[in-house]
């Protein structure tokens, strides 16, 4: 396959909603007319069964196409907010970023969020107005909504000839010229002037336009003072280096179903977003020394895995983005991670749902293998004469967890759940060493609830949640003593073992110590351990509601033996019985895990945010102002935050998103700790003490 002569990998990024996987299939079509659905919609690409349910992109679709003798390579992106780490893994190995923004919604729901990950990425980005077509589209407010949401400068570089079904076309604002499109060529257009009407108009925004495009660069600047304007040549690469730069956010406009705008948009992408050849990747090599990789064709071989699927019937399928050297059939690579070989024997590009074999791939271009042994998402596969390791794929905190049960047994549903990890890293199947439930987690409610019906569907098994059991502890609030003597006698050897325990508190977080004060010898040493033993082995069933007791010292301070029935276990059971006792009398309370809140909401959000969290036993520790928003730092009972990413969404109309992480315990209120007590007590969950017979 000879090489391309203009290569262009870049993400499409938006709100759901926003119309990305709309523009994505105009893309197809624009490439190919039997590639895309006639209307434009995403009926291709979101073909998942729970995408279709949900009418929204739920996981990456790559797509590769050539137009015009170049070829593009586009990662369609989820815009719900549990799949936005998604959107950082597309960025990681895309040159730059489409964010589509709805003419007719504006930058609604997650739009915010998405760009911030989007900033915090340093990608040169395009804004696309989509839907200009629709009946309550408004290209103004839409700008405006960039500016004031966004807070980045939009610089106009085309703006459309009419509003809402009556737009006719587009003025493009670098030529001065109309586009007009052709009813009967789907992405085509004839040029005119602009119209009179549009002239004053479309002056102004040229002006704003130059004036950004100068402002990139210190020796455009001095031209356009001088000259008062700039060469086309010139506003071109001041455009490319102010994107690049992130100074502003170009915007141009679209509409997915006639293809108005859909040609310039590559024309615009072809301009702004860097070629691979331009992109240098920081690595390490085997000894951990940082190595600079660049996107030349001839370097040594490196890739970059992306995303991985597995089919019942294909088995595992890898995606691919090659960031040097050119991959043919018939290689091996290796994957630094496990330091194993994997041995391509053919490989595929991804064409609009369709898969066909190619004979080479070189820098910026998708490809997808089949069957390797054992490369993850995030992976790197290289040529063995020159390992690297690129960046892995960054891993967030996991704010929502669900317990799982299955009907087919835990053993079943876990087996499934782990080769859709495979899938998506994101998710976590962990068993909770408090409570004893496999619990799944992941970045949103949304987010699980998807993986479930994944597993329904690819494996046939049916997975219930509910919401986890927080992990209580017990613990004690005051010094206490009591003794533990075990007897037994039943013919032979009896058995024998008597120990004074004394329980004291220590700081919360501490766990459990022990402490031998045995003097002349009234415990033998060899038995003290036993006693130890013998407490350690209670620890797991508190007195109070049966839950692991933390955070004091046991005092081994007098005992007595047998020179023939003391044993191990009678001092076992001596020091078991001595513990329970004292810890009657050591004023037992509940402890309950409290988690470290930060949540981020829009600022007119704020008091029903604040209110929600006190309503919850939440500690307000402050409020911060954000780029966009209002960050709220808070502790909160896990016990009350179980629920919380579906109440935020619902108070915020979508618009607040948090992250939640474990900070430590607090003694549960006794009104609460009483109805926990009673409920475990009801459950058979409290074992009573041994009395001494």
Same mark, same amino acid.
């Given at each position: ?5 203009? !290569? ?71 815009? %719900? ?19 589509? !923004? ?34 309550? $589209? ?7 909504? !960039? ?9 106009? #570089?085309?703006?459309? !000839?009419?509003?809402?079904? @009556? ?28 119209? $009179? @009407? ?49 100074? %502003? ?56 895995? %992306? ?44 064409? @609009? ?24 998402? @995030? ?8 390992? &690297? #390791?690129?960046? $892995? ?69 049916? &997975? ?11 613990? &004690? ?57 013998? &407490? ?15 955070? %004091? ?92 990413? $579906? ?47």
């Amino acid at each position: 396959m000879a090489t391309p002569r203009v !290569i262009r990998t870049f993400s499409m990024v938006g709100a759901d909603g926003a119309g990305k996987t709309a523009l994505v299939e105009a893309l197809l079509r624009l490439a190919d007319p039997r590639h895309a659905s006639p209307d434009g919609s995403s009926a291709r690409l979101d073909a998942e069964p729970e995408e279709k349910k949900r009418n929204f992109t739920l996981s990456l679709h790559p797509e590769s196409f050539d137009e015009g003798g170049r070829s593009f390579h586009v990662l369609d992106c989820p815009g %719900f907010a549990a799949f936005l780490t998604e959107v950082e893994w597309a960025l990681q190995v895309t040159d730059g970023a489409v964010m589509a !923004i709805s003419a007719a919604d504006g930058c609604h729901n997650r739009s915010e969020r998405t760009y911030d990950v989007l900033a915090d990425s340093g990608l040169p980005a395009l804004g696309i107005i989509t839907r200009v077509d629709h009946e309550q $589209a408004n290209f103004q407010k839409a700008l405006a909504d !960039i500016e004031t949401s966004l807070k980045v400068k939009p610089v106009p #570089l085309q703006f459309p !000839i009419g509003e809402g079904p @009556g737009c006719k076309g587009l003025v493009d604002l670098i030529s001065m010229k109309a586009h007009l499109p052709d009813p009967k060529v789907f992405g085509a257009f004839r040029e005119a002037e602009v119209p $009179a @009407g549009l002239q004053a108009e479309a002056t102004a925004l040229r002006t704003g336009m130059l004036e950004a495009a100068a402002e990139a660069d210190d020796e455009l600047l001095g031209h356009y003072l001088d000259a008062g304007t700039l060469t086309e040549a010139e506003l071109r690469r001041g455009l490319a280096a102010g994107a690049r730069a992130g100074r %502003f956010l170009p915007v141009a406009l679209t509409a997915a179903k006639t293809g108005l705008g859909v040609r310039q948009l590559l024309e615009l992408a072809v301009l702004l977003f860097p070629s691979p050849a331009e992109r240098v990747v920081a690595g390490v090599d085997l000894a951990g020394k940082e190595v600079l990789w660049a996107g030349d064709a001839n370097a040594p071989f490196c890739a970059q895995v %992306f995303k991985t699927t597995i089919d019942h019937f294909t088995g595992r399928v890898d995606y691919l983005r090659v960031v040097s050297g050119t991959l043919r059939p018939e290689t091996s690579l290796m994957n630094p991670r496990t330091r194993t070989e994997e041995r391509v024997s053919h490989f595929f590009r991804t064409d @609009g749902a369709q898969t066909a074999e190619v004979a080479e791939a070189g820098p910026g271009e998708f490809v997808v293998l089949v069957k390797l042994k054992d490369a993850h998402t @995030g992976d790197t596969l290289c040529d063995r004469e020159a390992p &690297i #390791l690129l960046p $892995a794929f960054r891993q967030h905190t996991r704010p929502v967890a669900y317990a799982v049960h299955a009907k087919g047994g835990d053993d079943k549903a876990a087996a499934a759940l782990h080769k859709l990890i495979e899938e998506d890293p994101s998710l976590e199947l962990v068993r909770s060493p408090e409570t004893g439930e496999m619990l799944l987690q992941g970045m949103g409610q949304a987010h699980i609830e998807v993986t479930v019906e994944r597993v329904k569907r690819k494996h046939g098994i049916e &997975i219930t949640l509910s919401p986890p059991s927080p992990a209580y502890l017990e613990t &004690i609030t005051a010094t206490a003593k009591a003794q533990g003597k075990f007897r037994r006698q039943t013919g032979g050897h009896g058995a024998f073992g008597d120990a004074h325990v004394e329980l004291s508190p220590l700081p919360r977080g501490a766990g459990f110590e022990f402490e031998d004060a045995i003097v002349g010898g009234s415990v033998p040493r060899q038995f003290i351990p036993s006693v130890e033993k013998g &407490i350690r082995g209670s620890l797991g069933n508190g007195p109070l509601a049966g839950y692991q007791v933390v955070d %004091f010292k046991a005092k081994l301070v007098f005992g007595s033996y047998h020179d023939v029935d003391s044993s191990d276990m009678a001092f076992q059971v001596a020091g078991s019985m001595a513990f329970k006792k004292a810890m009657a009398e050591a004023r037992p309370i509940l402890l309950e895990p409290v988690m470290q809140l930060e949540v981020r909401v829009p600022e007119e959000y704020v008091g029903p945010v604040m209110g929600d969290l006190n309503s919850r036993r939440a500690r307000v520790q402050g409020l911060e102002p954000a780029a966009r928003g209002v960050t709220i730092r808070a502790t909160c009972p896990h016990a009350e935050a179980m629920t919380y990413d $579906a109440d935020l969404r619902s108070l915020t109309q979508g618009l607040g998103y948090f992250t939640m992480a474990p900070a430590h315990y607090d003694p549960v209120p006794p009104p609460l700790a009483q109805k926990i007590i009673e409920r475990r007590r009801a459950e058979g969950k409290v074992k009573g003490v041994e009395e001494e017979k």
